[in-house]
């Protein structure tokens, strides 16, 4: 099962002509999720992939950079005459936000749902969850998120399965499924159950100890790193974090990769990378539409895909990204 996280927005509070506001679309198998949906993340989903039928949203928290494209894109959903449902979630406050912004999106050919999720509450999905993790940052309240795949059964050994009378087949499927096959027990011919995948999203924060404790042995920490550590004071003040407060959590919750977001503009990015190296040598700093692909553990660690290599490897073997469909004029 394919999962991958997309950038679409890495800058800070405010875009540059490089960076736009913050948006992160995690692809996992058939599901689209988007974590926050600053302004122009629609414009960026059309630059780049193309205005994908995403059926969730998670908002971190209520500051502008992180919602105010989200009005616009529910009304391009229903300009392209979309029917399936979508679901918006978030802090508490979020039903008010969402009724006031009605007056820019009005009335939607498809089933809006919005819920408020308290802190440590749970979205259960098809083979994962979703967690919304309480961090420590200005105003209501704020939300880092967690997605936490199920333990996965361990191998099968074919081998001793049939050695032990098993008929390859249906038979093989219904022990990994945990049913007792010709009297063959699953843990006879099972190896031991594997870990799933963990991908944690801190939003905006300073450090804190409900974050550390959720990005523990993460396969990907996106953590936020609007300051060099020159500015650590700044940080303090404004309850976001630098660069190597970051890598210095990431170290010790055991992160298998760091991803820096929510880059200030005053820094192009590299700086803050190599301040969080000196720390913690995983650490990536994404650009916009830069791809992480997080494959199993037992096939490898979590890679960064730049844009430009993504393109150069989709002209060599002819693949082409889906091209974005044009939204359908309004009567």
Do not use: N
Request: charged share 25%; aromatic share 6%.
């Amino acid at each position: 099962m394919d999962l991958s996280l997309f950038f679409l927005g890495t800058a800070g509070s405010v875009p540059s002509a490089r960076r736009g506001l913050p948006a992160v679309l995690v692809r996992r198998g058939g599901d689209r999720l988007l974590f926050d949906c600053g302004e122009g993340t629609q414009r960026q989903l059309l630059r780049s992939v193309g205005l994908v039928d995403l059926d969730t949203v998670f908002i971190t928290h209520f500051h502008a950079d992180h919602w105010l494209g989200l009005p616009g894109m529910l009304k391009s959903f229903g300009l392209r005459e979309r029917t399936e449902p979508l679901t918006v979630y978030g802090p508490a406050g979020l039903s008010e936000l969402m009724g006031v912004m009605r007056v820019v999106y009005g009335r939607l050919p498809y089933e809006l749902s919005v819920v408020e999720l308290e802190p440590a509450q749970t979205v259960a999905r098809d083979g994962y969850l979703i967690a919304a993790v309480p961090v420590r940052h200005k105003g209501a309240s704020s939300f880092g998120y967690a997605l936490v795949e199920e333990p996965r059964p361990g191998h099968l050994d074919a081998r001793l399965a049939e050695e032990l009378g098993v008929r390859p087949g249906p038979d093989f499927g219904r022990l990994q499924r945990g049913e007792t096959v010709a009297g063959v027990k699953p843990e006879q011919v099972m190896g031991p159950t594997r870990e799933g995948r963990k991908v944690v999203i801190s939003g905006d924060t300073i450090p804190c100890d409900a974050l550390a404790l959720a990005a523990h042995e993460a396969d990907v920490l996106v953590h936020e790193a609007t300051f060099a550590e020159e500015e650590s004071e700044r940080a303090q003040q404004t309850l976001h974090s630098t660069a190597r407060q970051a890598a210095e959590l990431a170290r010790d919750a055991a992160v298998r990769l760091l991803a820096l977001t929510h880059v200030s503009s005053r820094y192009p990015g590299g700086e803050l990378r190599e301040q969080a190296r000196a720390v913690f040598a995983a650490t990536e700093a994404p650009r916009d539409f830069d791809t992480i692909e997080v494959p199993f553990p037992e096939r490898g660690g979590a890679t960064l895909v730049r844009w430009s290599e993504r393109q150069a490897r989709e002209r060599e073997t002819g693949e082409t990204l889906p091209a974005p469909r044009e939204p359908v004029a309004s009567p």
